[in-house]
Structure formats: structure tokens, C-alpha cells
């Protein structure tokens, strides 16, 4: 059974940055394809950003394209989303997913490609 935790959510103001974690357990952690994905309040759940097993495949919508950078820690079964050049509109509440797969596989932009998920940590960006 995969568990994710998510850490690193908060209230910062416009052009701040914010660091989330999200630690997996359970499973071995170079066979997910990790990926972050945020809801504001009233729209459905969106993409953000993913990696896949080995690292070196990653994929961010374009929203958040050259602000958002995600990376991962085999050693610390973790996976990073760093935000920089926050904006109002980044505001959601952001959730960690895993999707099994080989370590060298292309990461999945679909959510429903997912099998688990975190909890969810609260982003909220004022301007």
C-alpha cells in the first residue's frame, strides 16, 4: 500500500517562493512516475508537473512552465515541487500523486492514470 505525505504548503505573498515534499512509503519508490497536481476552489483538479522513476524525464503545464521545477530524492523517497514567482492564481490546494510504473518510463499528465494520492497542502498566494 503506497502512502504519500505532503508538506510545505502556507500563505505567501505574490513573487514569494515555496518549496513542497511529499514523502512516499510502501513501495519502491524509482517505480512511480511522481507527480503534483492542485484544485482551486470551485475547478477541477489540474496537472502541474511529473517525473518519472529515474529522473530524467519530466513534464510541467504551461502554466507554471519556467516558475515550478519538480525533482525527486531516491534516497529520501521523496519528490520536490519548488515554486518560485508565485501568483495569485497559483492559490489551491496541491496534491502529491503516484502512478506505478518502469523507472524509465514518460511521465502521464492525466490524473486519472494516478492510483495514489496525498492528502493534500494548502497553497495560498496574496497579492
Known amino acids: 500500500q503506497v502512502q504519500l505525505v505532503e508538506s510545505g504548503g502556507g500563505l505567501v505573498q505574490a513573487g514569494d517562493s515555496l518549496r513542497l515534499s511529499c514523502v512516499l512509503s510502501g513501495r519502491t519508490f524509482s517505480w512511480y512516475v511522481m507527480g503534483w497536481f492542485r484544485q482551486a476552489a470551485g475547478k477541477e483538479r489540474e496537472f502541474v508537473a511529473a517525473?518519472?522513476?529515474?529522473?530524467?524525464?519530466?513534464t510541467y503545464a504551461d502554466s507554471v512552465k519556467g516558475r515550478f521545477t519538480i525533482s525527486r530524492d531516491g534516497a529520501k523517497n521523496t519528490v520536490y515541487l519548488q515554486m518560485n514567482s508565485l501568483k495569485s492564481e497559483d492559490t489551491a490546494v496541491y496534491y502529491c500523486?503516484?502512478?506505478?510504473?518502469?523507472?524509465?518510463?514518460?511521465?502521464?499528465?492525466?490524473?486519472?492514470?494516478?492510483?495514489?494520492w496525498g492528502q493534500g497542502t494548502q497553497v495560498t498566494v496574496s497579492s
Open positions: 500523486a503516484a502512478d506505478f510504473a518502469d523507472p524509465t518510463a514518460v511521465v502521464n499528465t492525466n490524473r486519472r492514470e494516478y492510483g495514489s
Open positions: 517525473i518519472n522513476g529515474n529522473g530524467h524525464s519530466t
